[in-house]
């Protein structure tokens, strides 16, 4: 964009304090050249030969204006300056205006995503991932997922024997998973999982009930990137190794 001001005001101080003359016909070259090139190489058109006619009637344009510059004076420096100006102008503005829409194409690739569904809407994933954790009965549905980009929400049981919960902000690292543990809960008894076909024996300290494990999906909808931390997240190899999902 500087280039195309740089050659817009040099053209208009050639104009003014240049040798030929700087007639009407220059001031209305200057103006029209710009709003040409402004308008090819921002807009365009649908049609290539549009196009095309436009650049070659610049370059005819031009070569009118110079030959009758005895008449016209300046005008013909001022259509081809102010037309190369024009064309870095409409480009460096078609650049700018497309910018959003690529952030809105990123924000498209990161959609939420519940039980392998995705969702653009924050409210409808939520509402999906709510229901399907109420769904959870140990037998057809003994898993969930949530996940928004690399961050990840696992579930694994049933809404009314026990789940176990995991959370991590980046798949990637492994090391970065944290279960959910019940800090009112000191003995170390095993209670058992269902998961369809697979049962699992787990730690009565992992094992939580429904309103705990909405509550940590509700956390997670709220911070997803954020590293678990505090008393009810456990991370290491308990958090690891007590993963009962098949994600």
Avoid at 13 to 18: P, S
Avoid at 79 to 91: D, E, K, M, Q
Avoid at 136 to 141: F, Q, T, V
Wanted: glycine share 10%; hydrophobic share 50%.
């Amino acid at each position: 964009m500087a280039f195309g001001v740089v050659v817009l005001c040099a053209t208009l101080a050639f104009v003014l304090f240049g040798r030929l003359a700087a007639p009407w016909q220059a001031f209305a070259a200057l103006g029209a050249g710009a709003g040409l090139g402004v308008w090819l190489f921002r807009f365009g058109s649908r049609h290539v030969w549009v196009s095309l006619l436009c650049l070659f009637g610049a370059l005819a344009v031009c070569v009118v204006l110079f030959v009758n510059a005895d008449t016209v004076g300046s005008a013909g420096i001022a259509w081809i300056g102010s037309f190369v100006a024009g064309t870095n102008l409409g480009t460096a503005w078609r650049m700018v205006s497309t910018k959003p829409k690529a952030r809105a194409a990123r924000t498209v690739e990161a959609a939420w995503e519940v039980a392998g569904e995705e969702f653009t809407s924050e409210a409808e994933a939520r509402d999906e991932a709510t229901a399907a954790l109420r769904a959870l009965d140990g037998d057809a549905n003994a898993h969930l997922s949530v996940a928004l980009g690399s961050a990840r929400f696992e579930v694994a049981g049933s809404a009314g024997k026990g789940l176990v919960c995991h959370r991590n902000p980046d798949v990637s690292k492994d090391v970065s998973w944290a279960v959910l543990v019940r800090t009112d809960q000191s003995a170390d008894n095993s209670i058992e999982v269902p998961m369809g076909d697979v049962k699992g024996f787990m730690p009565s300290r992992l094992v939580q009930d429904l309103p705990a494990v909405e509550a940590a999906l509700s956390d997670f909808f709220k911070t997803p990137a954020l590293q678990p931390s505090g008393r009810e997240l456990l991370t290491g190899n308990d958090a690891r190794g007590t993963r009962l999902t098949t994600y």
